[in-house]
């Protein structure tokens, strides 16, 4: 199965699994499942590092990378997406992390009770 994974959960993965409930553990390690990573959360992640709202002090493409993670670029084909989708969520990241999950039909793992509220299968 293919899995795309939100941003928190990227960090827990390769910082603190044991934020990670077992099944989801299992799911990320299951050699079956091909985990994503998107571009969308490398943006996140550089954006609130360039502001001073987290410490980024490692390569993160490097450390998906290492942790077996495949990488998932946007594409202007999900960006078209954005327009038509409900604001359930104002996090543009987040967003485009939903229209992400749709459009490659994957469901998405998370832990943001907002994502649920959109037509993306979760995990």
């Not at 990670?20 to 571009?39: G, K, P, Q, Y």
């Not at 996090?91 to 793992?109: A, E, G």
């Amino acid at each position: 199965m293919k899995i795309l994974i939100d941003t928190h959960i990227f960090l827990w993965a390769i910082g603190d699994p044991r934020r990670l409930s077992d099944e989801r553990l299992s799911a990320l390690e299951t050699r079956a499942n091909r985990i994503f990573v998107s571009a969308i959360t490398f943006s996140e992640l550089m954006i609130k590092a360039s502001i001073g709202k987290m410490n980024i002090d490692f390569d993160p493409v490097q450390a998906a990378l290492d942790s077996g993670f495949e990488l998932l670029d946007f594409s202007s084909q999900e960006a078209l997406l954005l327009k038509g989708l409900p604001f359930h969520h104002r996090d543009p990241f987040d967003r485009m992390l939903v229209v992400q999950s749709m459009f490659n039909k994957m469901p998405i793992m998370t832990d943001d009770s907002q994502i649920k509220l959109y037509d993306c299968r979760l995990t």
